[in-house]
């Protein structure tokens, strides 16, 4: 199971957030309780919504 939903919005959440410069870096410090099927989908879940949001404000 991964739950991209939620990592979309937190993405977008940090980007509102977010200031020219700073950095947003997914360091999670727990487990994800099962929204992701293991630490790599939830990676990819992190970079894809980061991709997305770049293609929208290209």
């Avoid at 199971?1 to 957030?17: F, Q």
């Amino acid at each position: 199971r991964t739950d991209t939903g939620a990592m979309s919005e937190a993405v977008a959440r940090a980007a509102e957030l977010a200031r020219p410069g700073d950095t947003v870096l997914l360091a999670p410090a727990c487990a994800s309780m099962d929204m992701f099927t293991n630490y790599n989908k939830r990676g990819e879940a992190f970079a894809d919504a980061v991709r997305a949001r770049a293609d929208e404000s290209a």
